[in-house]
């Protein structure tokens, strides 16, 4: 005990791990030990603001002289510096000592450094604050005890509250409540919730619940973790009605759709691509499969393209081996620089090509029908003008009129020469012989007629050009045929010039490629034409060269440009000219013997 005693009263004061200092009544530290002075340095001789605080006076808000006056003990947290000068927080306990007078002599200060617990402290608070989701600690019963700053935020003050009355406005606990799951078990749990925020509108959750406690074993609180999925729900709501309306689509387009994925692996089949391929219903389409369906070399295309690929009149090849004239498109699928694989759409043209086939004939139908209708009216004048002859011939005779009968005689011979003018020109018109066909220079057949041309331009001051924009490919004509349809064009052209009153004049003959079709051009600043006049261009025979011309010209140029396929098209203006373009899609040119390709209908 000796020992003891001993010891208590040497080494005690040395040994406690917290700092300690007597304080005399004038704040000089008469001691300390070794704790104290490892956490605030030297203490000799020294005032106890000045070793706690670094201060040259008392602290304005002294506890020590308060414990003086009073004789109580307190116990308070403070801030000062450690002996490295650094910020330092202590809890900080006062005890008078009293001598044997009563009076309080000395003040035993214990300081514990709570330093690094206070800035755990601050971390997990800042942390459980700053979290990006909605924190709440329930109790046992599921009453809120603490929620984090986000969850104050949006529900407001729910401290004390049970959380299925503040949240949810229901009396009871929810069924399947994952706190409630997680006090049983121990274990995290995770459920959809929906509930109420501080406006009172619905907000979807997924919350997680997870014990809260020193172990496992032994925990009497749950954090609930609560993340806003709505916005996220929405999304998925919106992207399922998007999809099934692709899909909807897709299934109903009467076009036939094929998808591929990054691997090449055929994803999508809708029903109207199995009916085009003649694919059977269920049955798995290969790479090799559509390689083979689709025309040669277009699979590759689409894999290194960049933009859609486009074939507007081509051949596809059935399952069964038929091929079918099909309008045809690929695509790369690519999601940002990421490729998604590969779609086809390709829609058959067997239908199309056999109504434009019907068209063709009607068109030349409906040519024939107009010649018959012509042929009639000019007849018809032609007899006029006989009958006039013969009368004015016939009165002479009887009345002994010289001047009547040559008169007569005269309009006799002038019908005859237009008779002989008609039945030549209707004679070659109607002949209606087969055209031939052949891959020809479109350019060539301009350069030729601008060279027929050329002198007669020159004689009457006309410059006649022909401007050829390259390239312009090889094309199924019947150079005969469309060496007549644009002589007229240009003859006419030339004509229209002469008749004008300006004293130098211009024909350009032009011959293009574009869009998939031959078109020519013949353009003059010559007479130009009326609106009476264009209607009646193409129709009845119709001239305006008097007994100079039949009217069949422009008849037989439309013709031969429908045996083609084509169409001819007519601007003018009066005193400014006129512009005839020949049109000549190259999917409906008549295919040569060279082209017309088994298995391919001409």
Known sequence: MEELSRWTDNALFDAMPMGIAVIDRDFNI???????????????????????????????????????????????????????????????????????SGEVGFLLEISTDVTESELLKREYQLLFDEVPCNISILDSNLKIIKTNKRMRENFGPLEGQFCYESLKGKSHECGQCPARLTFKDGQMHT?????????????????????LGVTADSFDYVMEMAVDVTETLRLQEELKVA???????VAASIDGIVTMDDAFEVTVVNPAARRILEAPSGQHITREQMAGVLP?????????????????????????GKKLP????????????????????????????????EKLVAERLAAVGQTVAGLAHGIKNLITGLEGGMYMLKS??????????????????????????????FLSFSKGRQIKVAPIDPARVADEVVELYAARAKEHNITL??????????????????????????????????????????????????????????????????????????????????????????????????????????????????????????????????NNQEGQPD
């Open 296 to 320: 040669e070399g277009f699979f590759a295309r689409v894999a290194t393209a960049i933009g859609p690929v486009y074939e507007p009149d081509t051949y596809i090849t059935t399952f069964c």
């Open 191 to 211: 459920a959809p919730s929906q509930v109420l925020d501080i406006k009172g509108r619905k907000v979807d959750f997924q919350v997680t619940t997870v014990p």
């Open 465 to 594: 050009i022909h401007e050829k924009k390259e390239p312009v490919g090889l094309a199924d004509l019947d150079f005969e045929g469309m060496h007549e349809a644009l002589t007229n064009l240009v003859g006419n052209a030339i004509d229209a010039c002469r008749m004008s009153e300006n004293p130098v004049n211009r024909v350009v003959v032009r011959t293009m490629d574009l869009d998939n079709a031959i078109i020519y051009e013949v353009e003059d600043d010559g007479l130009g034409m009326d609106y009476e006049v264009k209607q009646k261009v193409f129709t009845n025979f119709f001239t305006t060269k008097g007994t100079g011309g039949t009217g069949l010209g422009l008849l037989t140029t439309k013709k031969i440009i429908q045996e083609h396929g084509g169409r001819i098209t007519m601007e003018s203006e009066p005193g400014k000219g006129s512009v005839f373009k020949v049109i000549l899609p190259r999917n409906r040119l008549p295919k040569s013997p060279a």
């Open 396 to 425: 002479g005779v009887e009345k002994g009129a010289a001047e009547r009968m040559v008169t007569g005689m005269d309009m006799l011979e002038r019908n005859l020469v237009r008779i002989a003018l008609f039945v030549r020109q």
């Open 326 to 357: 099909a309008r045809i498109v690929g695509m790369r699928l690519m999601l940002e620089d990421k490729p998604l694989g590969m779609a086809f759409s390709f829609q058959d043209l067997t239908e199309m090509k056999t109504l434009e086939k």
């Open 243 to 249: 999809y099934t309306f692709m899909e909807t689509m």
């Open 30 to 100: 008469v001691s300390a030990n070794k704790a104290f002075e490892r956490m605030f340095g030297e203490w000799r001789h020294r005032k106890c603001f000045a070793v706690y605080k670094s201060r040259q006076t008392v602290c304005q808000e002294c506890r020590g002289s308060e414990a003086f006056a009073d004789g109580l003990p307190r116990v308070n947290q403070e801030e000062g510096y450690n002996r490295h000068g650094r910020l330092t927080r202590y809890v900080k306990h006062t005890i008078p000592v009293r001598g044997k």
